[in-house]
């Protein structure tokens, strides 16, 4: 069970389990419910507000009660603008990660490469297909090609 610390009507602290010594008192985890409770620390409860990729988390509001504490998140859906700056963000890490793809095969296209000219044109058609990925319509389902065996 997770408990939140409490103090002037304020959440201090949230922990998975009660601490073992806390303010000078050993085996603090072990005292009664109410003893705990006496010390200002009380059961805890997340409530987790709407999730996904189309939200964002924007804050949490406390509801400190007799016996528990519950933490309400609070979220909102995101704009279309802020939909298409994540879209743009995601499109970077897709072209950053398809540069180091092609930088690491850059040597199968070098004239001294030890290829076959077979192995160098399957190369060629893998590289290629890397330089195609911006034309995927969803940056966030990318289908990257399978490099050949070298």
């Given at each position: 069970m997770k408990y939140a610390y409490v103090e002037n009507g304020q959440v201090k602290d949230i922990r998975q389990?009660?601490?073992?010594?806390?303010?000078?008192?050993?085996?603090?985890?072990?005292?009664?419910?109410?003893?705990?409770?006496?010390?200002?620390?009380?059961?805890?409860?997340?409530?987790?507000?709407?999730?996904?990729?189309?939200?964002?988390?924007?804050?949490?509001?406390?509801?400190i009660l007799e016996n528990e504490v519950i933490e309400h998140q609070i979220t909102r859906l995101k704009t279309d603008e802020e939909k298409e700056q994540d879209k743009q963000n995601m499109w970077k890490i897709v072209r950053e990660e398809r540069n180091k793809k092609l930088s690491e095969c850059d040597w199968t296209q070098l004239s001294d490469s030890p290829l076959s000219n077979q192995k160098q044109t399957e190369w060629q058609i893998y590289r290629q297909s890397l330089r195609d990925i911006t034309t995927q319509l969803n940056p966030f389902s990318i289908e990257w090609p399978t490099p050949p065996e070298a």
């Open positions: 389990s009660l601490p073992n010594v806390w303010s000078n008192i050993s085996n603090f985890n072990t005292l009664d419910d109410n003893t705990v409770k006496g010390f200002g620390w009380l059961p805890y409860t997340f409530i987790e507000g709407q999730t996904g990729d189309d939200y964002i988390i924007l804050a949490s509001n406390f509801e």
